[in-house]
């Protein structure tokens, strides 16, 4: 769910994420989806609620009500007005070009880099960091279940004895990492067992087609087939932080100097390289992340309308508001 706001800087979409759950019926609200975020300009340009400029680069605020994460995406038109196409691993074709620049994303769910206050911590026997830049992401070490970190997902899936012990690992990492539900409180036992969005979980390993890290990457319940931008951007800022699984795997990855410079971190993943930039310097605490990007692309799939009848007052109300702005 969209709509878009006037701020002083000019219209802000506001938008709100409802992650379905693939086999059961709970909703959770509690999180944000760098994949539709990336869709978002593209509508909001397409249905003219928001003017971009004819041509050049130009960025779009989007706050995401889930998280109070406020995200800049920055698109480009060339000098005849079309847009700037890209093409990411596991999309057919080049299409408008996103890049999502997350602001001030340390913290987002745990307030803490390091949620548990480790670099390095042992779950279940496995070496594993817990860090939260943009989502809270357990970072273990591949060579610690056996595994070579270049599988494909469908290998490691259908591998129960490996699939038990990540579950193990993530679950209790979760409640090391102190993670709470929506209302503040802290999460059980058992709503960790069925979560389908927090921890995110995902095996490290070195490169070996020119990225700086290879990963698969877990929502945690069931493999991803590329990799999420919230993921990728946190991976991103651990293979910076000396002391980390991730530090200890990636190769040829630029230290953080002591002013805000953009690094790149090019990751790996069962469907190519995805890119990653990372605005960051040292500090006292390892490193101060304000902004993380990951390129993505949009396309339009489809145009339409649908009549909404029996709309609450609500709705009525957040649609004329639309209308209005």
């Given at each position: 769910m969209a709509r878009v706001e006037n701020t002083p800087t000019g219209r802000r979409i506001i938008s709100t994420l409802a992650q379905l759950a693939s086999d059961h019926g709970d909703i959770d609200w509690s999180v944000n989806c760098g994949n539709m975020s990336s869709a978002l300009p593209l509508w909001a340009i397409d249905t003219g609620l928001i003017e971009a400029p004819p041509t050049g680069s130009f960025e779009i605020e989007i706050n995401?009500?889930?998280?109070?994460?406020?995200?800049?995406?920055?698109?480009?038109?060339?000098?005849?007005?079309?847009?700037?196409?890209?093409?990411?691993?596991?999309?057919?074709?080049s299409f408008p070009g996103v890049d999502l620049f997350l602001q001030s994303p340390v913290g987002n769910k745990t307030g803490r880099l390091l949620p548990?206050?480790?670099?390095?911590?042992?779950?279940?026997?496995?070496?594993?960091?817990?860090?939260?830049v943009a989502v809270p992401m357990?970072?273990?070490?591949?060579?610690?279940?056996?595994?070579?970190?270049?599988?494909?997902?469908?290998?490691?899936?259908?591998?129960?004895?490996f699939m038990a012990k990540l579950r193990q690992v993530w679950i209790e990492a979760g409640l090391k990492m102190q993670l709470r539900r929506r209302d503040g409180e802290l999460m059980t036992l058992a709503e960790l067992e069925r979560s389908e969005t927090i921890p995110k979980v995902c095996i490290v390993s070195a490169p070996r087609h020119g990225g700086h890290i290879a990963v698969r990457y877990f929502t945690p319940q069931t493999g991803h087939a590329s990799l999420a931008v919230s993921g990728g951007c946190c991976l991103a800022a651990a293979c910076m932080l000396s002391g980390t699984t991730a530090h200890q795997v990636a190769v040829g990855?630029?230290?953080?100097?002591?002013?805000?410079?953009?690094?790149?971190?090019?990751?790996?993943?069962?469907?190519?390289?995805?890119?990653?930039?990372?605005?960051?310097?040292?500090?006292?605490?390892?490193?101060d992340v304000r902004?993380?990007?990951?390129?993505?692309?949009?396309?339009?799939l489809m145009r339409g309308h649908v009549p909404l009848y029996r709309a609450s007052a609500q709705l009525v109300d957040a649609m004329s508001e639309t209308r209005d702005d």
């Open positions: 995401n009500t889930n998280t109070g994460v406020l995200t800049v995406a920055r698109m480009s038109r060339d000098t005849q007005g079309r847009f700037i196409n890209a093409e990411i691993p596991g999309v057919v074709g548990t206050g480790h670099l390095m911590d042992t779950i279940a026997g496995h070496k594993v960091s817990c860090v939260d357990v970072i273990a070490d591949a060579a610690s279940f056996g595994k070579t970190g270049h599988e494909t997902m469908a290998e490691l899936e259908t591998d129960t004895e990855v630029s230290s953080p100097s002591t002013s805000f410079t953009d690094i790149e971190v090019s990751i790996e993943n069962p469907a190519g390289k995805l890119d990653t930039t990372v605005s960051v310097k040292s500090s006292a605490e390892g490193i902004a993380a990007a990951y390129r993505r692309n949009a396309q339009i």
